[in-house]
């Protein structure tokens, strides 16, 4: 595990309360849940104790499967493609979004995420009042409340 997060410092410049990543080269290096993900920061890397956020990108056709963010808030910035997130218990309820458009998620709201395109990726920015990214999301299934 300590090799991840070293690898998670290495494109981390300055220092002395200012950090830096470029992620210039347009890769995605790691993957979740069906989502690829640029370097962002987070606790692993820049030690920040309440805040991550990182660039997201579904690839076409991808879904981000059914999950809870436990115990913190995400904000999302679509750069990028078409999104539905279908959400609340069941996942019975959907939105759209796309380009231009900001989405806020409440802690503890089951939702699921899919590119709605067959050819595009979704890139979204995203922010997470949680330093730990992925450590407190569950899985959801869909099926458990009707």
Same mark, same amino acid.
């Given at each position: ?11 981390? %410049?300055?220092?002395?309360? @200012?950090?830096?990543? &470029?992620? =210039?080269?347009?890769?995605? #290096?790691?993957?979740?849940?069906? $989502? ?36 913190? %808030?995400?904000?999302?910035? @679509?750069?990028?493609? &078409?999104? =539905?997130?279908?959400?609340? #218990?069941?996942?019975?309820?959907? $939105? ?36 730990? %990214?992925?450590?407190?999301? @569950?899985?959801?299934? &869909?099926?458990?409340?009707?």
């Amino acid at each position: 595990m300590s090799e991840i997060f070293s690898d998670l410092k290495k494109p981390v %410049e300055g220092g002395d309360g @200012i950090f830096v990543i &470029r992620n =210039r080269d347009g890769s995605n #290096p790691r993957k979740w849940n069906g $989502i690829q993900y640029k370097v962002g920061m987070s606790a692993k890397n820049v030690g920040s104790k309440k805040l991550s956020m990182n660039v997201a990108t579904i690839p076409p056709g991808g879904v981000a499967y059914a999950h809870i963010h436990v115990d913190f %808030e995400v904000m999302l910035y @679509i750069l990028q493609g &078409r999104v =539905r997130h279908e959400y609340g #218990p069941g996942l019975k309820k959907s $939105i759209e979004n796309g380009s231009g458009d900001f989405i806020y998620i409440e802690p503890g709201v089951p939702h699921e995420v899919f590119n709605m395109s067959k050819t595009e990726p979704v890139v979204a920015v995203v922010a997470r009042s949680d330093a730990d %990214e992925w450590e407190h999301i @569950i899985p959801y299934d &869909r099926k458990s409340e009707k």
